[in-house]
């Protein structure tokens, strides 16, 4: 059972440009949570989705960014005119359900940087 | 609001002995769950163990001990014998039964262990 998958691992972007990062969660998962890491830092929440909906997004900063789950397919966090403030580590998390109770599996993360 | 509070940003300790991470937090909800993660340089994240806030037993896992005081909202990390592949960074999380799939995290704390 192959664990969540995140693509690219790594990816590098020019000031404006657009970041597109993948979330393929477990399978059987229907939730999907995205956090970021700046450097020295913990990780933030940003989003939460299930399929096609989002649930929570007060993490998302109001401007750039946005995140969808469809019905087929992984989940993208894309991340419109990057800046260099942009530049982190970006994890997504999925679970069978939600509460304290469900754990959340971790990717491997996207290491963004932003040139 | 949710808050955790790891104040060791960084500990050092001996191989093959003993060392607590601490860990505070902050919720005003009554169903919660605590969780420890390792992020070794590699930069995954790798899930250790839980605790329920309506557990009476503190959690275990292997070397991995949660020693959980509610009265104190502390749930430090205890580990064991350490080996040179604990060296890592830790972080503590809290994720309220209320709050959807949301969870927050300290800062981390690296760990060093000497040969």
């Known amino acids: 059972n192959a664990g969540v998958m995140q693509n690219p691992r790594h990816l590098v972007r020019r000031r404006g440009q657009e970041a597109r990062l993948r979330c393929s969660p477990m399978?059987?998962?229907?939730?999907v949570y995205w956090y970021r890491q700046l450097p020295e830092e913990g990780l933030k929440f940003m989003v939460y989705?299930?399929?096609?909906?989002?649930?929570?997004e007060s993490g998302m900063p109001k401007e750039r960014f946005s995140a969808e789950f469809p019905k087929e397919g992984p989940s993208i966090l894309r991340i419109q005119q990057v800046v260099r403030g942009d530049s982190a580590a970006y994890f997504c998390?999925?679970?069978?359900?939600?509460?304290?109770?469900?754990?959340?599996?971790f990717g491997p993360g996207t290491r963004l940087t932003v040139t | 609001a949710q808050k955790i509070t790891q104040t060791q940003p960084g500990m050092f300790v001996q191989e093959k002995e003993a060392v607590t991470l601490d860990c505070t937090y902050d919720?005003?909800?009554?169903?919660?769950?605590l969780f420890w993660y390792k992020q070794p340089s590699s930069g995954e994240m790798i899930f250790l163990i839980y605790?329920?806030?309506?557990?009476?037993q503190n959690a275990t896992e292997g070397r991995y001990s949660l020693n959980f005081q509610k009265a104190r909202k502390s749930a430090n990390l205890v580990i064991s014998a350490s080996q040179l592949g604990d060296s890592a960074m830790y972080f503590c999380?809290?994720?309220?039964?209320?709050?959807?799939?949301?969870?927050?995290f300290g800062d981390g704390t690296t760990l060093t262990v000497k040969p």
């Open positions: 998390a999925s679970s069978e359900g939600t509460g304290g109770f469900y754990e959340q599996y």
């Open positions: 399978k059987g998962h229907s939730h």
């Open positions: 989705l299930q399929k096609e909906n989002i649930i929570d």
């Open positions: 919720t005003s909800d009554q169903s919660y769950g």
């Open positions: 605790q329920g806030s309506y557990d009476e």
């Open positions: 999380a809290m994720r309220e039964k209320n709050n959807a799939g949301k969870s927050t």
